[in-house]
T-cell receptor, first 112, second 112 residues
């Protein structure tokens, strides 16, 4: 069974640009969560999508948005990039009921 | 929202020492808790999970955790650590409930 796949693995963008990250969950999983991981802030929850609907949202500005498609694949978009957005963005999938989350390798975003 | 807090941010041990990492949760109702580990350069993976039943939960690689309801705790333990246990450890609530705020993480360094 294939794991969680995130693309791209690495990305370099300049300030002010926008970026879209992609996450393909494990087959059959309907919940996709996004996290931002930085050395200073640790692992912070961005949002969670379940069956194409945003079910939970963390405390990030509106520049961070996401969506989920009917096949459960999810995308995360960050507009007007800032230097502080440089981080490892992790995607996790789960069944949507009480169960553990399975994480992808992450997308390393560097904003210059 | 469900949230957890971890007491220790950085722990340094010698091989064969015993390990206990603290985790406290702050929500009521049904409690489901997880410990994840992130080895250097690898993605987050599940160590163990507690849903209900026996409060002493055994996970992979000799780790265990005890759910103590009266203390709102779910501490991670290992009797004898190895150099290969050097990693970052995260305590987390159910990813499918609330905002799933992970603990800040504990970096464990095991000296050979």
């Amino acid at each position: 069974k294939a794991g969680v796949t995130q693309t791209p693995r690495y990305l370099i963008k300049t300030r002010g640009q926008q970026v879209t990250l992609s996450c393909s969950p494990i087959s059959g999983h309907r919940s996709v969560s996004w996290y931002q991981q930085t050395p200073g802030q640790g692992l912070q929850f961005l949002f969670e999508y379940f069956s194409e609907t945003q079910r939970n949202k963390g405390n990030f500005p509106g520049r961070f948005s996401g969506r989920q498609f009917s096949n459960s694949r999810s995308e995360m978009n960050v507009s007007t990039l800032e230097l502080g957005d440089s981080a490892l963005y992790l995607c996790a999938s789960s069944t949507g009921t009480v169960a553990e989350a399975f994480f992808g390798q992450g997308t390393r975003l560097t904003v210059v | 929202a469900q949230s957890v807090s971890q007491h220790n941010h950085h722990v340094i041990l010698s091989e064969a020492a015993s390990l206990e990492l603290g985790c406290n949760y702050s929500y009521g109702g049904t409690v489901n808790l997880f410990w994840y580990v992130q080895y250097p350069g690898q993605h987050l993976q599940l160590l163990l999970k507690y849903f209900s039943g026996d409060p002493l939960v055994k996970g992979i690689k000799g780790f265990e955790a005890e759910f103590i309801k009266s203390k709102f705790s779910f501490n991670l333990r290992k009797p004898s650590v190895q150099w290969s246990d050097t990693a970052e450890y995260f305590c987390a609530p159910d990813p499918n409930a609330g905002k799933s705020t992970f603990g800040d993480g504990t970096t464990l360094t095991v000296k050979p």
